[in-house]
Structure formats: structure tokens, C-alpha cells
């Protein structure tokens, strides 16, 4: 994420929002955002989604997601939405929206959905 | 892919390879390839194997795909293998798998479904 | 559809509905309806959903879809939800859903993305 | 599947065929298996396939799968093939391949990818 330059912008319990401005590194020749990018983005979403409604000590890891590239990924940023759709005691299922922001314009560029699971991490004595 | 610091290693009618050196831009602190990385070449080995089987003047774009992240990302390089499965006029369907290589020890991190639609270029006058 | 016993019971343009009641043919042992039963309303619903906002003298396929079965499909009957995310000129991508109904209970039970392609046909002389 | 009228015809560790004859229970007006008919035999080979893996007194639910429909499903029967790629302790991932039979000929009509959860079932007493 940090390398991406990308930085959670809202964290609610179940919903996670994260964004990712233009800069070179995640664009191409044309000036679109790499597929890459926008699925790095779309998964880290879901994963702090599901992360936000675990017991402390645990962690989170994308089992699967599928996701659909709808349009050109064009804009100033990319905004990545991860919400909960259902949070059970293993697994986790998260729908994933990536939005395209040009000034005041929003077109919803990949759309998806994820599969988490819960790790519980033992205590290190 | 330069961002990432990937190669194209191999390039057959339908299968292309792809390989990711360990580099601290793509790793986490612990040393694992981010799962960006691994679905981002995963992709991409796709999309080169599609498109050695479409005509000149055509391109590519990736409609979806879905990936199973499988074991934690760890070695000395990742390989992403693309492999056509039904190439169709319009449509292509590919297999993703992503091996993870330290020493000669292979494990397979990553696997994938993906569908790809061509895009037919017009010539422009 | 009418093998299942499921009908069309709203027809908007971009958003279909299908029910299926309970019935011995599509549940097991348990009384639970079959995966099978709610993958095949899911991705009717999706479907007709597409179809609804295609030009006369087209018909729709499915290109693939992923679904995720939440809970048990258990209730009076399930009601199957497709909605258009975004209709192209050539692929559809839609979202499944199905709800269980149990009296005044609905409880989601599935969750899926679809992807479609719009199959122009040629008049036939 | 007994309602479909499929039957479990090889069962290997990791490995399991379903095949569907045709019938006009599972075809439509033109001949073709339905969708449905294909993606609820695909699902159901890659959960027994799962299931030859796991220990006794445990069960086993489907998480989540993704179809890709390859071509039209014409011919004398269906054949199902689940194969294992990972089988984790609480986790497996399969492959799902469906293959019409007409004759002598065979074509692959859908491939897939499964996650499968292992259900430990408590002694009752």
C-alpha cells in the first residue's frame, strides 16, 4: 500500500475506503491506472473491511476474489470501497467497488468480491 | 510490469511466463510478495497469452478474472503462468498460476481463472 | 426454470426477481434447497435482468459467474435477484442475490457476480 | 443429483467424475443441458473430491465457486471432473472441468474454480 502510495481515507466498522492518487509508478503510457493498481487497492479494501469486525490478536488473509473491470481506470484518484457482506466466525465476505474520481465526475471502474479468513494468533511467550 | 521489475521468460502460442524477482518494492516486512504483486503478474501472463493467438492490429483488455491465493508468497522469484483455455472470436478464457521458486524447490501460490475479451483496432486515417 | 418450479415475479428494466418455492425436487434430506436450485435462479435472475435492456432480435448468454453461499438456503421459498451493474455494447456484468423467505424472515443465502454477452441474431431469410 | 439423474462414476483421492445423461428434465426446448444442470454437477464433483481427502466424521460445504461457460452443452451425457489443487486443514480449492460426450467426441463445455470448507461434525451423545 505504501509503496503503491495509496492511504485508507475512511474506516467504519465493516467498510473501509482507501485511495489512490495519479502518479507514474501506478499508471501506464496512457495515463490509466494499471489493472494492478486497482485490484491491489480493491483487495486491501475488503481486507481491512473484514479486519475492522475481528477480536484483537487476530489477522486477516484474501482466501479469493473475483473481480470485474468495468471501464477505463481515468481520474485524479481511484477510490477502493470494501464492505462486509457477511462476517461469520472463519470466513468473511466482502463486496469490492473501485471508483474513478475526475474532479466532481465518479465512474465505478471495477466491481468485486472476496473471501477472508480469520487467523487467530496464539500468544508468544 | 517494469514498475514491478517483472520479465516475460517464456512466449508460446498461448502460454506466456512471467517472472517477478524478490525486490523490497514488492515484498512486506516479513519478506512475502504483496498479493498485488502475485495477482498483477497473474494477470498480465494472461493477457500476453491471449494476445499471441489474436490477429495484428487487435488488443487485448482483461473482462475478469478470479484468483485462490494458496500459500504465503515466499522465494527467491515468483512465476506466473498464463495458459490459454478456449480462445474464442470474441472472447478468451485463460488459467492463471502463480509458483513461487526458492532454490529448486517450486510451490504453487496462486491459481486463477480469467476472461478476456479482443479488441479489434480500426485504422486510423 | 419451469423444471425448478421458479417463476419471473418482477420485471424491471436492469433488475429481475425469481422465486422458487420449496419443493422435494430441489431440497435434500434436510429440507435445505440444493446449491444447484439457488446457482440456477441466481443466474436466471442475472439473465432476464441483462436481457431486459437489450435491443429486440438479441439474446444473452452467460460468460461466467461466481456466487458465494453465505448460509443455509432454508425458508418457504428463495427469491433470486439479478441487477445490471453496467450493460456494454458487447458484455453485461451483473449482481445475483438470493434470499431465503421463512414467513416474515428474509435471510441472505448467496451473493454473486455474473458476467453476460449479448448474441445479436441475424434474420434469418 | 438423484433428482438430475447424474451418478458418481470414478472416485479417486482428489479426484471425482459425475455424469449426466441427457434427459429432458435437464435439457432445453433446443436440445442443450441447462446451465444450471452443468454448473450443479461441476459443483458437486469438486465437494466429493474435496470430501475423499478429509477424515472421518466431517462434512463438507461449498464456499464459493466461479464458472466460466465455455460452449453450447450438446451431446449424449455430461461428464463432471473435480480435482483437488490444495487441501488445507480447513480449506481445499479444486478445479472443475465439464466435458460434453457425443460419440466419440469430447468437448470442454465449463471450467471452474471451488473453495470448500471441511465440517468437523461433534459425536453426538
Same mark, same amino acid.
Request: charge should be negative; include cysteine.
Given at each position: 500500500?505504501?509503496?503503491?502510495?495509496?492511504?485508507?481515507?475512511?474506516?467504519?466498522?465493516?467498510?473501509?475506503? +482507501?485511495?489512490?492518487?495519479?502518479?507514474?509508478?501506478?499508471?501506464?503510457?496512457?495515463?490509466?491506472?494499471?489493472?494492478?493498481?486497482?485490484?491491489?487497492?480493491?483487495?486491501?479494501?475488503?481486507?481491512?473491511?473484514?479486519?475492522?469486525?475481528?477480536?484483537?490478536?487476530?489477522?486477516?488473509?484474501?482466501?479469493?476474489?473475483? +473481480?470485474?473491470?468495468?471501464?477505463?481506470?481515468?481520474?485524479?484518484?481511484?477510490?477502493?470501497?470494501?464492505?462486509?457482506?457477511?462476517?461469520?466466525?472463519?470466513?468473511?465476505?466482502?463486496?469490492?467497488?473501485?471508483?474513478?474520481?475526475?474532479?466532481?465526475? $465518479?465512474?465505478?471502474?471495477?466491481?468485486?468480491?472476496?473471501?477472508?479468513?480469520? +487467523?487467530?494468533? $496464539?500468544?508468544?511467550?
Amino acid at each position: 500500500m505504501e509503496h503503491l502510495g495509496a492511504t485508507l481515507t475512511r474506516i467504519y466498522p465493516g467498510c473501509v475506503h +482507501i485511495e489512490l492518487p495519479r502518479r507514474p509508478e501506478v499508471t501506464q503510457q496512457h495515463g490509466y491506472f494499471h489493472a494492478g493498481a486497482t485490484s491491489a487497492i480493491a483487495d486491501s479494501a475488503g481486507g481491512y473491511a473484514a479486519f475492522t469486525l475481528f477480536p484483537p490478536d487476530s489477522s486477516v488473509l484474501t482466501v479469493e476474489y473475483k +473481480i470485474n473491470l468495468l471501464a477505463p481506470a481515468e481520474g485524479d484518484y481511484l477510490e477502493a470501497i470494501g464492505t462486509v457482506l457477511k462476517s461469520g466466525r472463519t470466513l468473511t465476505v466482502c463486496q469490492l467497488e473501485v471508483v474513478a474520481v475526475e474532479g466532481d465526475r $465518479r465512474t465505478s471502474i471495477a466491481t468485486g468480491q472476496q473471501t477472508l479468513i480469520q +487467523i487467530v494468533s $496464539r500468544p508468544e511467550r
